[in-house]
C-alpha cells in the first residue's frame, strides 16, 4: 500500500544551519507530495506541495523537489531560524478505488533550532 | 485561515464513558475528515465525510463512529472510551479544486483515565 517515511528525529541545528529532513514514499502512480508543518499546540498547516515529477514546491523559504526516480520529496532550507522549530510531516495524496482522495502521512520529524 | 474550529479543545475522561468532539467550519466545504495523532504514527484517518450524512471508514475507525446532520458540522464520538484512544484529534476540510487539499483545526487533546 501507500506510504511514507521520514528520517527519524529530532533534528537539532543551529540558527543559519541547513537543514534537510529526508522523505520517501511508496505509492502506485504518480501521487502529489506535501510537506506540512505543525508549531507547538496548533494543527497542522500546509508548507509546500508538488504535484508532479520534478516540480519544485517552496514556500518561506523551504524547498523540496519531487523525484519519480528515486520516490523521494526531502525537504530543504539553506538557513533556519529559532521560529523554524516545529514538526514537519511529509505526505502523499492516495486515492481509493471509490475515487475518494485521502492523505497518508509520515510520522513527522521535530526541528529544533537553538541561537 | 480555513474557518475550522474544534471543541472541547482539552478533554479528561474516565474509561467506559462517552465522548463526542465537534469539528465546525465555516465556509460550506464539501469534505471533512478526522484524524488522530499518535507519536510514532503520525496522522491516521479515523473518518470521513463528503457530503450531510455522507460518511466513511478509514483506518483506525474501530471503536467510533461520525456523523454529519449538517455541511458545517461533523462529530466524532467515542461510544466507550478506552486508554487506547488517548490522542490528539484533528479535523479538516478540504475545499476541492482549485484548492484540491486538506486544511486542519487546530486539535482536541483528549485523556482517557
Known amino acids: 500500500g501507500d506510504s511514507v517515511t521520514q528520517m527519524e528525529g529530532p533534528v537539532t541545528l543551529s540558527e543559519e544551519a541547513f537543514l534537510t529532513i529526508n522523505c520517501t514514499y511508496t505509492a502506485t502512480g504518480y501521487p502529489s507530495l506535501f510537506w506540512y508543518v505543525q508549531y507547538p499546540g496548533e494543527g497542522l498547516q500546509l508548507l509546500l506541495k508538488a504535484t508532479k515529477a520534478d516540480d519544485k514546491g517552496s514556500n518561506k523559504g523551504f524547498e523540496a523537489t519531487y523525484r519519480k526516480e528515486t520516490t523521494s520529496f526531502h525537504l530543504e532550507k539553506g538557513s533556519v531560524q529559532v521560529s523554524d522549530s516545529a514538526v514537519y510531516f511529509c505526505a502523499l495524496r492516495a486515492y481509493r478505488n471509490t475515487g475518494f482522495q485521502k492523505l497518508v502521512f509520515g510520522t513527522g520529524t521535530r526541528l529544533l533550532v537553538s541561537p | 485561515d480555513a474557518g475550522i474550529t474544534q471543541s472541547p479543545r482539552h478533554k479528561v475522561t474516565e474509561t467506559g464513558t462517552p465522548v463526542t468532539l465537534r469539528c465546525h467550519q465555516t465556509?460550506?466545504?464539501?469534505?471533512m475528515y478526522w484524524y488522530r495523532q499518535d507519536p510514532g504514527h503520525g496522522l491516521r484517518l479515523i473518518h470521513y465525510s463528503y457530503g450531510v450524512k455522507d460518511t466513511d471508514k478509514g483506518e483506525v475507525s474501530d471503536g467510533y463512529s461520525v456523523s454529519r446532520s449538517k455541511t458545517e458540522d461533523f462529530l466524532l464520538t467515542l461510544e466507550s472510551a478506552t486508554s487506547s484512544q488517548t490522542s490528539v484529534y484533528f479535523c479538516?476540510?478540504?475545499?476541492?479544486?482549485?484548492?484540491?487539499?486538506?486544511?486542519f483545526g487546530p486539535g482536541t487533546r483528549l485523556t482517557v483515565l
Open positions: 479538516a476540510i478540504r475545499p476541492g479544486l482549485p484548492k484540491d487539499t486538506q486544511y
Open positions: 465556509e460550506n466545504h464539501r469534505y
